[in-house]
């Protein structure tokens, strides 16, 4: 929007009071459509390149705005596809290993 005293929103960001001096941003990991002046919150429909860290596919959820992805085989939504199910799995398994390691030495050192 554009009037006296007020100045447009830049790309991803938008104000909804007519005559305001101030813009909010997108919510996280959404933009604007490359386009300036936004209105609303609901210009807000378009994925950032890296929202699912490029291993993956990206939605925004209509009401809440959130992200959501899709990940490529491999890869895990709850963190927009950035660690490697294998890391967590290994981690995981390292963690068992090391407290099994620990639960030896103590029952060694009662003996």
Request: charged share 10%.
């Amino acid at each position: 929007f554009q009037s006296v005293g007020c100045e447009t929103c830049p790309i991803d960001q938008y104000s909804t009071l007519p005559g305001s001096t101030s813009c909010t941003s997108c919510p996280r990991f959404t933009q604007t459509n490359n386009s300036i002046g936004a209105t609303d919150i609901l210009h807000c429909t378009v994925c950032v390149d890296n929202a699912c860290y490029g291993r993956g596919s990206c939605s925004i959820k209509p009401i809440s705005f959130e992200v959501t992805c899709t990940c490529n085989l491999g890869f895990l939504s709850i963190d927009n596809c950035f660690i490697p199910w294998v890391w967590i799995a290994i981690g995981v398994g390292s963690l068992i290993i090391l407290l099994m390691l620990l639960r030896c030495l103590q029952k060694c050192r009662h003996r």
